[in-house]
């Protein structure tokens, strides 16, 4: 079993910046890969980001793209997601997952193990 801890969420203005942090608690971290994705209210839960088990490939979604940063740190079980020029349409409770599979890494579906999520709020 693999236990997912975000944090780092917070309210923002807009333009401000954030840094979401997810500890894991499988020692085989490197063995997964990880997504952020985020669930705004009366929304379906949407990718934002996934990073594969080295580090070494990402991608976004196209809202992100250039404003949001994921990458991880598998010696300290931790991914991130560094988000940049936050907008009001950012604001969404945040989660990280993480897989065993290879693809389709933009699917929830995809993903095994999820954290409880952190709120992220950006005023206008």
């Known amino acids: 079993q693999v236990q997912l801890l975000e944090s780092g969420g917070g309210l923002v203005q807009a333009g401000g910046s954030l840094r979401l942090s997810c500890a894991a608690s499988?020692?085989?971290?490197?063995?997964?890969?990880m997504g952020w994705f985020r669930q705004a209210p009366g929304k379906e839960r949407e990718f934002v980001a996934h990073?594969?088990?080295?580090?070494?490939?990402?991608d976004y979604a196209d809202s992100v793209k250039g404003r949001f940063t994921i990458s991880r740190e598998n010696t300290k079980n931790t991914v991130y997601l560094q988000m940049n020029s936050l907008q009001p349409e950012d604001t969404a409770v945040y989660y990280c997952?993480?897989?065993?599979?290879?693809?389709?890494?933009?699917?929830?579906?995809?993903?095994?193990?999820w954290g409880q999520g952190t709120q992220v709020t950006v005023s206008s």
């Open positions: 997952a993480a897989t065993s599979a290879w693809w389709p890494l933009r699917s929830t579906s995809s993903y095994g193990y």
């Open positions: 499988e020692r085989t971290f490197s063995n997964y890969a």
């Open positions: 990073i594969s088990r080295s580090g070494g490939s990402t």
